[in-house]
């Protein structure tokens, strides 16, 4: 028997990953927001990371492959990571700050990585190299930021009311010893 939860949970992963073959603005997606929501809610921490880069990598293959995939995917892992510190706890506050500490890492990860491997733009390997990368980066930063704060929300808050909603989609509590 599938557990309903866990099935729930796939179908908003899957809803997310979605979105990056809508038409949208550079960058304004809801692959952060995908990643931060299954380490916050998948329990069993397999799932927490399997599920959003099983979705992610389904993406890229109906999107096609990109050089460096292992950046943003060493990215999204680490959002994973910061998901799971809000499993115990998913209150508004710390859901958001959550995205915005994702929001940071991921661009700097990603903007180092294309900045230390520059096979798009190629940019000198001195400090204003890199400068001039995260400057040039900024435009797509403010969408990212923007997709991350609206799908987090969406996902999240989705699925606090579906949770409302239906007994079943409700995390088990634990039984007293």
């Known amino acids: 028997m599938i557990n309903p939860r866990l099935l729930a949970l796939m179908v908003f992963v899957l809803f997310a990953a ?3 073959m809508l038409p949208h603005p550079p ?7 995908m990643a931060l929501f299954g380490g916050a809610y998948f329990a069993d ?7 959003p880069l099983l979705a992610l990598l389904l993406s890229d293959l109906l999107l096609g492959f990109y050089p460096h ?17 809000l499993q ?8 958001f700050a959550a995205t915005l500490l994702s929001s940071v890492m991921f661009f700097v990860l990603t903007n180092f990585g294309a900045w230390l491997l520059g096979t798009e733009m190629p940019y000198p390997k001195t400090l204003d190299g890199l400068m001039a990368c995260y400057i040039n980066a900024l435009p797509f930063f ?8 609206i799908y987090t929300a ?9 949770e409302g909603r239906f007994n079943a989609l409700r995390e088990p509590r634990p039984t007293p010893a």
């Open 88 to 95: 115990k706890q998913r209150t508004a506050g710390r859901i």
């Open 69 to 85: 995939m292992e950046i943003p995917y060493l990215g999204f892992v680490l959002v994973v990571c910061i998901g799971l510190g």
């Open 45 to 51: 921490r397999r799932w927490a990371f399997a599920a």
């Open 18 to 20: 979605a979105t990056r």
């Open 27 to 33: 960058n304004l997606t809801a692959m952060t927001a």
């Open 154 to 162: 969406l996902l999240f808050g989705g699925f606090r009311l579906l």
């Open 142 to 149: 403010r969408n990212a930021l923007l997709g991350d704060l």
